[in-house]
């Protein structure tokens, strides 16, 4: 009869300890796996890792508020990929291509024609006036739900030219871990990209997992109207806002209203917003994507077209910026490797 008892005793002991471990693996993952387990294990990881532990350790020196943990990250380049052209402009190159019947003078003028020619380098030559007249153009004319269902349906289709995946699908892995991490340890996140914000909201929760009022970008004129007697938000082909270079740390003071303690970048377009964050007291929190990586990914910074770094690479060292180098730091680049 006692051993019995016994036996029934430790069977009981068995599934009450399995259970606490379900319900400990429920309610907090983390528990179960080292963080960011997309990369490796380098200075790198190593400087994250401490940072969140210290600014999350209640009583000690470096400890942040939750409410003041925000992290900011750019986007083009920094949680997804930029190369061998900004995923925008893939989407303007399509949009003319596809608005090309209803305008026929575009096959003469510049540089639409050289959009239809295919000729990426005559586009390049139109400048900063022929790229904001395309995205006039391709972002504008429309009303903000028009806007976000021809961006949502291009996001469910396109692809990358180089890897044949869809655009949703090249993102970092590593990044996609470090917000996942950030988020588990009281940490807000935000993009503040030079981006249109328009743009990136509509699919910015499902492939980051941050909502759209936590997306900071470029903007045009917007003005309220009635259609019939339905009230709509027209999309007008003007510039409100360039979110990039000095305009970072403006949008985020304007839009967010708090001081960053995280912030993560890879060019130029990035140095005021690290400057700014890092030069606050406090703990303060830096990093560079350096694209080192031309097998798995692409290799580029100082002479690039698109995402140059050459100013912020070369500061990164006096101002204690981690520059997180993509070849040696990360064990993958894309989920689907």
Not at 137 to 158: E, L, N, P, R, Y
């Amino acid at each position: 009869m006692t051993n019995r008892s016994e036996a029934s005793d430790a069977i009981f002991a068995s599934l009450l300890v399995a259970l606490v471990m379900l319900i400990i693996g429920a309610v907090s993952p983390a528990w179960a796996q080292e963080p960011l387990p997309s990369w490796n294990d380098t200075a790198a990881k190593t400087r994250i890792i401490d940072f969140v532990k210290a600014t999350t350790a209640k009583g000690g020196e470096g400890y942040v508020a939750p409410e003041d943990r925000i992290a900011v990250f750019d986007n083009d380049g920094t949680l997804w990929v930029e190369q061998p052209f900004y995923i925008q402009l893939g989407f303007v190159l399509d949009r003319v291509k596809t608005l090309a019947p209803q305008h026929p003078e575009w096959k003469e003028k510049a540089p639409f024609k050289s959009v239809l020619a295919g000729d990426l380098k005559g586009v390049a030559r139109s400048g900063e006036k022929g790229m904001v007249e395309l995205g006039m153009a391709t972002h504008a004319g429309m009303t903000t739900d028009q806007f976000s269902k021809i961006v949502t349906d291009w996001f469910a289709t396109a692809k990358h030219p180089k890897t044949g995946k869809l655009y949703t699908e090249m993102t970092y892995a590593p990044m996609r871990e470090l917000l996942d991490y950030l988020r588990a340890n009281g940490f807000k996140t935000y993009i503040v990209s030079g981006g249109g914000v328009e743009f990136m909201r509509p699919i910015t929760e499902k492939i980051y997992g941050i909502p759209p009022e936590q997306v900071v970008g470029s903007t045009i004129i917007t003005e309220y109207a009635l259609v019939g007697d339905v009230p709509v938000l027209r999309r007008l082909p003007k510039i409100d806002f360039v979110n990039d270079g000095p305009g970072k740390p403006v949008g985020i003071n304007q839009f967010i209203g708090r001081k960053p303690i995280f912030v993560a970048g890879n060019s130029d377009g990035d140095y005021e917003m690290l400057r700014w964050v890092t030069a606050a007291k406090g703990p303060g929190f830096a990093m560079i994507i350096h694209h080192t990586d031309a097998e798995r990914e692409y290799a580029y910074d100082r002479q690039s077209t698109f995402g140059k770094l050459d100013k912020a690479l070369n500061e990164a060292e006096r101002r204690n910026w981690l520059v997180v180098d993509m070849k040696a730091d990360w064990k993958k680049i894309f989920g689907w490797e």
